[in-house]
């Protein structure tokens, strides 16, 4: 039986994090899907990813794209040229890069479902917060039930610990969800907005390595398949970008699912995040809406993850 009716925002496509977060949402028991909404850039084409994702898996929930366009103007968006690649056929994906891309009718999804499910549904942001922030003067703010939120950065590169989370140095690089749409994510940081912040510093170190990745390839089932396939293409990109062999990835998205599932397998403290124009996120009391996590049980959330997608 289920615990969370969940609803995912993500710019799935592009880092395969988002596709591997919603392979874990879709294979977990505890979780019912109820809608999948896209963000940033190329929503129409990462909505038919995540359709294919639950066409494959036979689940039934909701997918739409949300807004394209980031709330900050002038920021250029990042794709990575493979978006579709593993899942979709060439056609498919040039279809729908020509589809129209503002209408983001997964907005209005995201308005009616939270407003017709008041306190039920837990949202889970695993990209730019656009689609959020649209809502951050309405009604839906105070009838989420909590908000899982990937994204921001409290020290990294440096390291983050118990005694350093509320110290004003140094201070984090800004982290990519945060930096594509600090507008909008100031917006979501300063609502009433309960929020569980799943930072880069501890995403980063839980690493989906060859060994797992090699099991994912035995398991041999269509999503399996199609979701591996997306990695080769995402390993592909990351090496050619780094100029040497890559092999492992980050769970940055999954832990964010992870989290809101057992909430044992992180530390955290209260928070109130301050956003800066670089897209920073700053420490700035002691009181607030947000837990932050600032340590993680990378092997309970590992075996957990595996478990359940290799189901
Ligand atoms: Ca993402």
């Known amino acids: ?27 977990h028991p505890q979780i019912k899907l109820e809608a999948v909404v896209t963000v940033y850039g190329k929503v129409n084409l990462r909505a038919k990813i995540a359709q294919r994702m639950l066409d494959l898996a036979g689940y039934d929930a909701k997918v739409a794209p949300g807004f394209s366009y980031t709330r900050t103007k002038g920021k250029e968006i ?16 040039e279809k729908s890069e020509k589809d129209a891309t503002d209408i983001a009718v997964g907005v209005g999804i995201l308005y009616k479902e939270i407003l017709e499910n008041p306190k039920e549904i837990d949202l889970i942001s695993i990209g730019p917060l656009t689609n959020i922030a649209a809502h951050v003067h309405t009604k839906v703010i105070e009838n989420i039930k909590h908000l899982y939120l990937m994204g921001g950065a409290i020290k990294y590169p440096h390291e983050l610990n ?11 690089e800004p982290e990519h969800n945060i930096r594509c ?21 501890i ?49 940055n998205d999954p832990l964010a699912v992870g989290v809101m599932l057992n909430p044992d397998i992180v530390k955290m403290k209260k928070a109130k995040i301050k956003v800066d124009t670089e897209g920073r996120t700053l420490v700035e009391s ?19 993850f595996l478990s359940k997608v290799l189901r």
């Not at 289920?2 to 392979?23: E, F, M, N, P, Q």
């Not at 600090?182 to 880069?200: C, E, G």
């Not at 809406?289 to 959330?301: K, L, R, S």
């Open 1 to 27: 039986m289920y615990k969370h009716r969940v609803i995912l925002s993500t710019d799935i496509g592009s880092d395969v994090d988002d596709a591997l977060a919603l392979w874990y949402c879709i294979k």
């Open 78 to 93: 990042w794709h990575t040229g493979v978006e579709g690649y593993g899942i979709l056929s060439k056609e498919e994906i």
């Open 162 to 172: 118990e005694n350093n989370l509320y110290e004003h140095h140094p201070l984090p």
């Open 181 to 201: 749409d600090p507008d909008a994510a100031r917006d979501v940081f300063d609502s009433s907005l309960p929020i569980t912040l799943v930072p880069l510093d």
């Open 203 to 251: 995403t980063r170190k839980v690493l989906l390595d060859e060994a797992d990745i090699n099991l994912m390839r035995a398991r041999n089932t269509e999503l399996s398949n199609a979701v591996v396939s997306m990695l080769d293409y995402w390993l592909d990109y990351r090496s050619q970008q780094e100029r040497k062999k890559i092999t492992s990835t980050a769970l």
């Open 286 to 304: 002691k009181e607030g809406n947000v837990n932050v996590c600032y340590d993680v049980n990378v092997q309970a959330f590992k075996e957990d």
